[in-house]
């Protein structure tokens, strides 16, 4: 089992950057696949960004594709999320999600553990 808790959250201006940590307990850290989610009110939850347990490979939506980077250090039990040319679109809650199965998940089942969230604001 792992415990999530998300960090870098914040109110940024259209074309900013931000970036997002997701630090980890547990030694089985290394053992799970990560996402990143994320769901602006009234929306579901949307996937954002998938990575494997070794980081070696990694699976972005299409709208984030060029802007976002999903990337891991197992020493440190942390999944991050980069953030650059930040649209008001963007505007949303941040999830990060650890699946102990071998595969880049994209759909929210995927997904059995999840941290409590990460507010983005981005202004106009």
């Known amino acids: 089992q792992v415990q999530l808790v998300e960090s870098g959250g914040g109110l940024v201006q259209a074309g900013g950057s931000l970036r997002l940590s997701c630090a980890a307990s547990?030694?089985?850290?290394?053992?799970?696949?990560m996402g990143w989610f994320r769901q602006a009110p009234g929306k579901e939850r949307e996937f954002v960004a998938s990575?494997?347990?070794?980081?070696?490979?990694?699976y972005h939506a299409d709208s984030v594709k060029g802007r976002f980077a999903i990337s891991r250090d197992n020493a440190k039990n942390t999944v991050y999320l980069q953030m650059n040319s930040l649209k008001p679109e963007d505007t949303a809650v941040y999830y990060c999600?650890?699946?102990?199965?071998?595969?880049?998940?994209?759909?929210?089942?995927?997904?059995?553990?999840w941290g409590q969230g990460a507010q983005v604001t981005v202004s106009s």
């Open positions: 999600a650890g699946d102990p199965r071998p595969r880049l998940g994209y759909s929210p089942r995927d997904y059995d553990y």
């Open positions: 547990g030694r089985t850290f290394r053992n799970y696949a």
């Open positions: 990575i494997s347990s070794a980081g070696g490979s990694t």
